[in-house]
């Protein structure tokens, strides 16, 4: 199996790259720390020489990142990650983490570290605070990969803790000893970390670990492989009382954090960290931070919280607030500081998130109030390019019935397809393309489908789920067939009828009448990736008649469904070379018990 490889190099070993012996690992004895500048190591101060990997060491690195470009099997990288993490703790993992080659092997194999690996790997990486690893720009991610990689570590510990549980035991504590080593350099030095360019990534990353949850922008692993699973271990209990302290450091120092955006990005995670883990520490974070940005003013002036909105830095920060601030909290913020002030705040390019964050998570009575505000106005929004707040505004009213007439009568309005009542008919095409009655020239009554929008798309999909469908429901009725298999074909037109099939407002006549209008074009479905996946979804919800008509549909186009990646995978869905041999069969296995059944009835029975 051994093939030769680059001459000096040597042959390949079962590790895929040749195995360098412990004496020359050794980083030349130098224990001295390391000095960073801003774009790297620096080589020492006035001549010193600094540590650093030896050329063979790099080059074995090198090696070895080339091996994990070129692509291993499952077996081979089983092998070839012990053997290369091994290296990587002899070697150091510090030098290892600031070399090129170095950090980028140890970013692609420490997804899959096992936990004594990980805990010798990850000690040497907190050292120094900035002087060290975490304030390097390779170094730095290395330590995210690593700190994410612990949750999951732990919860492998916890599984199989009978068996080796002596140097499980031991390299937990070396894990939970790194962790809150440096939780005190950060918590010590908030401000300085969370400003880094490099230690800004190392401070997410350790709030969501001391959290518990999962990392974000965490390094894909090799083709072919996935990232073992952790099996929910329970949070050590060490790590909340850490995670409050730096949630106090943070606020101690609030008015510094606030800018550039990597201290920013820091307090938004702290805020979404501290809500999912519940605790109290967040409350008294989103609450200091909505007295820095918007403190309360009198009634008279212009609202705080409507300028910080419509700030680029502060925006971003008064958006995570309002995410994770309480019903109580969000009814005195609208009442105080938004309410008579909507119509500006959903026509500005940036406080308009801010009013969608707040319609995301508001209690009913102020969607009611929002509703009662914006509502006639919601044309103006929609003229300047905020479809958003629409969507926001009908998602919000989604879960109260209440409001959900009032909410279409609006948006109907503020597409001019309300009143008269003929236009209605034509809502499905004006609201999925965002475009208002009357817009372009000759506008007529005639229902069509052009373009389908992303927030088109939402805006029909929250209709579908209200409790009285019926104008939707009419509008996509009074489309012609292809129109109705184009809305399918479209990416996100094909999620609308997601919920034509899966909303229980619709009425299952209703739905058989509209999937009676695909007959004919189901090829065109079957061959087409988005079309396709529909397929699939009425297929799983249609009775057995409903699926011989559509197989026999297809069965006649067998030869054009095998030239299509997409057909063919439809085609073995739907078992046609079994349906076209034996069909009895295949109508038994069909009606099976353990085949699911829908409401459609006699679909496509004529």
């Known amino acids: 199996m051994a093939t030769a490889r680059g001459g000096a190099a040597g042959t390949r070993s079962l590790s895929g790259v040749p195995a360098l012996s412990a004496a020359r690992c050794i980083v030349g004895g130098d224990t001295r720390?390391?000095?960073?500048?801003?774009?790297?190591?620096?080589?020492?101060?006035?001549?010193?020489?600094g540590p650093g990997l030896e050329p063979d060491t790099a080059g074995y690195f090198r090696r070895a990142l080339e091996t994990l470009q070129e692509g291993l099997s499952p077996e081979e990288l089983a092998l070839f990650a012990p053997n290369v993490l091994a290296e990587a703790v002899t070697a150091g993992p510090g030098p290892a983490a600031l070399d090129p080659g170095g950090s980028r092997v140890l970013r692609a194999l420490l997804p899959r570290a096992p936990l004594e690996v990980l805990g010798r790997v990850l000690p040497p990486l907190v050292v120094g605070g900035l002087r060290g690893p975490a304030g390097h720009p390779t170094g730095a991610r290395v330590l995210e990969v690593a700190l994410a990689r612990v949750l999951p570590a732990l919860g492998e510990a916890t599984a199989g803790r009978e068996e080796e549980e002596e140097e499980e035991e031991a390299a937990v504590g070396r894990l939970e000893e790194a962790v809150g080593r440096l939780t005190a350099e950060v918590t010590g030095d908030a401000v300085a970390f969370a400003r880094h360019p490099a230690g800004s990534f190392v401070v997410r990353a350790l709030l969501r670990?001391?959290?518990?949850?999962?990392?974000?922008?965490?390094p894909q692993l090799p083709p072919g492989e996935?990232?073992?699973?952790?099996?929910?271990?329970?949070?050590?209990?060490?790590?909340?009382?850490?995670?409050?302290?730096?949630?106090?450091?943070?606020?101690?120092?609030?008015?510094?954090?606030?800018?550039p955006a990597g201290a920013s990005l820091c307090l938004q995670v702290a805020l979404e960290v501290l809500h999912r883990s519940q605790s109290p520490a967040c409350s008294r974070l989103c609450d200091a931070l909505i007295g820095q940005?918007?403190?309360?003013?009198?009634?008279?002036?212009?609202?705080?919280?409507?300028?910080?909105?419509?700030?680029?830095?502060?925006?971003?920060?008064?958006?995570?607030?309002?995410?994770?601030?309480?019903?109580?909290?969000?009814?005195?913020?609208?009442?105080?500081?938004?309410?008579?002030?909507?119509?500006?705040v959903a026509a500005h390019r940036l406080a308009n998130h801010g009013l969608q964050r707040l319609l995301d998570h508001a209690p009913a009575d102020v969607v009611g109030e929002v509703l009662s505000e914006l509502g006639p106005a919601l044309a103006e929004p929609l003229a300047r390019g905020h479809p958003g707040v629409l969507t926001a505004l009908l998602g919000a009213c989604r879960p109260h019935p209440h409001l959900q007439q009032e909410a279409l009568c609006r948006l109907l309005q503020a597409f001019g397809c309300w009143e008269p009542r003929e236009r209605r008919r034509a809502c499905v095409g004006l609201l999925a393309g965002l475009r208002p009655f009357g817009d372009e020239e000759g506008a007529e009554t005639e229902p069509s489908l052009g373009a389908v929008t992303l927030h088109g798309s939402l805006l029909l999909q929250h209709l579908l789920h209200f409790r009285d469908p019926g104008p939707v429901l009419g509008g996509l009725q009074a489309l012609?067939?292809?129109?109705?298999?184009?809305?399918?074909?479209?990416?996100?037109?094909?999620?609308?009828?997601?919920?034509?099939?899966?909303?229980?407002?619709?009425?299952?006549?209703?739905?058989?009448?509209l999937l009676r209008k695909l007959k004919g074009h189901f090829l065109s479905l079957a061959c087409h990736r988005n079309g396709s996946r529909v397929l699939d979804a009425v297929w799983a919800s249609a009775s057995v008649p409903a699926r011989a008509a559509i197989a026999e549909e297809l069965a006649s186009q067998r030869e054009a469904l095998q030239r299509d990646p997409h057909g063919r995978g439809v085609a073995r869905t739907l078992s046609l070379d079994l349906f076209l041999r034996r069909r009895r069969l295949w109508e038994r296995l069909q009606a099976a018990p353990d085949r699911r059944r829908g409401l459609l009835g006699p679909l496509l029975e004529d």
Do not use: I, N
């Open 480 to 513: 012609p067939p292809p129109a109705l298999a184009a809305l399918a074909r479209s990416p996100p037109g094909s999620r609308v009828w997601d919920a034509v099939l899966s909303s229980p407002a619709v009425p299952a006549r209703a739905r058989r009448r």
């Open 209 to 218: 670990v001391l959290g518990g949850t999962p990392g974000a922008g965490t």
């Open 226 to 259: 996935a990232e073992p699973k952790a099996k929910g271990p329970a949070l050590p209990p060490s790590f909340p009382p850490l995670l409050g302290q730096l949630a106090e450091a943070f606020e101690e120092h609030l008015s510094s954090l606030l800018s």
């Open 33 to 49: 720390p390391f000095v960073f500048s801003a774009m790297g190591v620096r080589r020492g101060e006035r001549g010193r020489g």
């Open 293 to 344: 940005l918007a403190p309360p003013g009198p009634a008279s002036a212009e609202s705080a919280l409507v300028r910080g909105l419509q700030d680029p830095e502060r925006s971003r920060l008064l958006e995570a607030a309002m995410t994770v601030a309480g019903p109580q909290r969000l009814r005195d913020l609208f009442r105080r500081e938004l309410k008579g002030r909507l119509r500006g």
